[in-house]
């Protein structure tokens, strides 16, 4: 209960803020925001759990993604603030089209002054997003230098600007430009850990390890001709999968060819799997491919009836010239 109270501030919080990043129209308000919206974004996956390995992925990736687009857009202020501080233009000055781009300096006393309280509730609010923010660290110290660079470091920088006053020495451009690029390099590390899944990045030793599995599989059952190809990815922290096209030799056109073919799959299938789970796979896909066992017998089909080699049905393909054959024969009767 107490997740989605938080999480309900954290709501109405980006909403305010963002209605205050219009009328403020400050480069560094617009930091703040962003980190704001980053954990509104993030707190999804925690506050509604889903059994979803695709959800966690979305909601992780786009809340960083979210962020730096936001920082993105408001980095061309801060470039054109330090452009007009260039020119020797004050930061309330309007331009020629009529647009009037107010810094924080040139921000009446009343805004100001409610620009530091909001400021304040957003750090006392986000000394609490640990219960709803989740980021990706391999250990406690890491998770708390992104807590304290991302969440904390902002909002304090602001209230410290606007407590002592530091726009009225044209410093704000400057300490946004800073602050941006600081916090840019924390996201993109932060998320950098995903680029694995969104990727689907084979594990370490995984291509080594099942090409081990696949020869020994072979040795224990000699209708497995080999493997076509093979897929490993992890998929999600401790989640891998793999697919595998596997090749299985049909035997001879007797009586009972299907059921052996099949019977053969079936353990193959069995034993692959089971070792490839043992091996630390989490899911295991493998797809039949039914090769003839002497290929220079091409009568000896798995098709149900000779006619499917005339409509190439199924896994049955005959040789040119006996297929052009077939199609005369076939002609020449109708």
């Not at 620009?115 to 709803?132: A, E, G, M, R």
């Amino acid at each position: 209960m107490l997740r989605y109270i938080i999480l309900f501030c954290f709501v109405l919080l980006t909403l305010t803020e963002y209605l205050a990043s219009i009328c403020f129209h400050s480069a560094l308000f617009n930091i703040v925001f962003a980190m704001t919206l980053m954990c509104v974004v993030n707190s999804v996956e925690v506050c509604i759990p889903k059994q979803n390995m695709a959800f966690s992925i979305l909601t992780r990736v786009s809340a960083p993604i979210v962020a730096i687009a936001w920082l993105f857009i408001n980095l061309s202020h801060i470039f054109e603030a330090i452009t007009d501080l260039g020119h020797g233009e004050s930061g309330n000055s309007s331009d020629d089209h009529g647009h009037s781009h107010e810094h924080v300096d040139g921000i009446c006393g009343l805004a100001l002054e409610n620009q530091f309280y909001l400021t304040c509730i957003d750090f006392v609010c986000k000394l609490v997003s640990p219960v709803i923010v989740s980021f990706q660290a391999a250990s406690v110290l890491r998770y708390t230098i992104r807590y304290i660079a991302l969440l904390i470091l902002p909002p304090i920088i602001a209230i410290a600007c606007l407590k002592y006053d530091l726009t009225e020495y044209r410093a704000e451009p400057f300490i946004c430009l800073f602050l941006t690029i600081f916090v840019g390099i924390v996201l993109f590390v932060d998320s950098k850990p995903y680029s694995k899944y969104l990727l689907l990045k084979t594990p370490p030793s995984a291509e080594a390890d099942m090409s081990s599995i696949i020869e020994r599989t072979k040795l224990q059952h000699p209708q497995l001709k080999g493997v076509s190809h093979f897929h490993t990815y992890e998929c999600w922290p401790n989640r891998i999968e793999v697919i595998m096209d596997v090749m299985i030799r049909k035997p001879d056109n007797d009586e009972s060819h299907v059921l052996n073919t099949v019977d053969s799959f079936n353990k193959i299938r069995d034993a692959l799997t089971k070792d490839i789970i043992d091996w630390g796979a989490n899911e295991v896909i493998i797809n039949p491919q039914f090769l003839d066992d002497d290929e220079s017998q091409q009568n000896a089909s798995i098709c149900v009836a000779r006619s499917c080699h005339f409509f190439d049905q199924g896994c049955c393909k005959l040789p040119n010239d006996e297929a052009k054959h077939d199609d005369h024969d076939h002609t020449s009767s109708v």
